[in-house]
């Protein structure tokens, strides 16, 4: 069975300050790909990023980055310079890397809500 | 290039009765799935469609069904409404199973 957990219900922080958003996955899985995603208020998921779990590079974008360790099955998101409309709720994600029943299906955190403040 | 579509915004319905939500996938995607996304949790997949039939569903009972289009657009039925049925309704659209999955706005739906 697939798992997600986002220990982190709700951060927030000073507007610039850095906050880094914590990511558990549990799987069976040796092949897997590991999301990102946004929800602002108006309630669209935005995607972020996709990391199967091969390439444990981190990954930077701009002011985004995320460090993805398979020791730990940790899958951190942290943003520098934190902005107001960063302000939203992320989601991580876990998708199963290999075709056929049951592989299909993302599994959900239950989400970390960030507020920035100015 | 329009993203994922999804009709209607809101809807209101009362125990019992039946409802239809409406999506159309982004230009070039062919494989749509469902979510189903309660006040302050994380959208839960409901089923998978690629190729008009119905290729993984999860943990949702048989009066939730769906249809997807040979234009590939889908829709989502709802049978015998619940209160706990209330929810955002999410679709998304993908290129194949494992690459990024592209959300619509969601139809928000109430029962009464």
Redesign the interface.
């Known amino acids: 069975a697939q798992k997600?957990t986002q220990a982190q219900t709700e951060i927030s922080v000073v507007e610039k300050e850095d906050v880094t958003l914590d990511c558990v996955y549990e799987t069976r899985d040796t092949t897997y790909?590991l999301?990102w995603?946004k929800q602002p208020p108006?309630?669209?998921?935005?995607?972020l990023i996709?990391r199967n779990s091969f390439d444990e590079q981190n990954e930077i974008s701009g002011r985004y980055s995320w460090n993805f360790q398979k020791s730990t099955s940790s899958f951190n998101f942290t943003i520098t310079a934190s902005q107001v409309v960063d302000s939203a709720v992320y989601?991580c994600?876990l998708?199963p890397?290999h075709?056929g029943?049951?592989?299909?299906?993302?599994?959900?955190?239950?989400?970390t809500k960030l507020s920035v403040i100015p | 290039d329009a993203g994922v579509t999804q009709s209607p915004t809101h809807l209101i319905k009362t125990r019992g009765q039946q409802v239809t939500l409406r999506c159309s996938p982004k230009s070039g995607h062919d494989t749509v799935s469902w979510y189903q996304q309660a006040l302050g949790q994380g959208p839960q997949f409901i089923f998978q469609y690629y190729e008009e039939e119905e290729r993984q569903r999860g943990n949702f009972p048989d009066r939730f069904s769906g249809h997807q289009f040979p234009n590939y657009s889908s829709e989502l039925n709802v049978n015998a409404l619940l209160l706990g049925d209330s929810a955002l309704y999410l679709c998304a659209s993908s290129t194949d199973w494992v690459n990024e999955q592209f959300f619509g706005p969601g139809t928000r739906l109430t029962v009464l």
């Open positions: 997600v790909y999301f995603y108006s309630g669209e998921l935005v995607f996709r989601f994600a998708l890397g075709s029943a049951g592989s299909y299906q993302l599994t959900f955190g239950k989400g």
